[in-house]
């Protein structure tokens, strides 16, 4: 199983970025889809989900607004937009893949990860 994620970079505060991330060796359509992130010295945490058929969406409080994920299982691709940037949205960006009944919001139920790609925020 392979998710690359791309589409990070750095931009100022008040931009767009949308991450991509694309999946192969895993019947992508049956799996749920999340994003987490990473700052330097933080923990792993929840950004945005979605259901394996796009139907549910979970946002963390952070992003809501502002964020908007979305799917494509004709292209086995997940896709996080992401605008009005701010610093503290500053981290490492990781796709992940959950095989299971309920979609969540926890870093742990995901069974594949993503490499990461870096997303930069300057004031």
């Known amino acids: 199983v392979q998710l690359q994620a791309c589409g990070g970079g750095l931009v100022q505060a008040g931009a767009a970025l949308r991450l991509s991330c694309a999946a192969s060796?895993?019947?992508?359509?049956?799996?749920?889809m999340g994003w987490f992130r990473q700052a330097p010295g933080k923990e792993r945490e929840f950004v945005a989900a979605i259901s394996w058929g796009g139907s549910i969406t979970y946002y963390a409080d952070s992003v809501k607004g502002r964020f908007t994920v979305s799917r494509d299982n004709a292209k086995n691709t997940v896709d996080l937009q992401m605008n009005s940037l701010k610093p503290e949205d500053t981290a490492v960006y990781y796709c992940?893949?959950?095989?299971?009944?309920?979609?969540?919001?926890?870093?742990?139920?995901?069974?594949?990860w993503g490499q990461g790609t870096q997303v930069t925020v300057s004031s």
């Open positions: 992940a893949a959950l095989l299971g009944a309920v979609l969540t919001r926890k870093t742990y139920e995901y069974d594949y």
């Open positions: 060796g895993l019947t992508f359509k049956s799996y749920h």
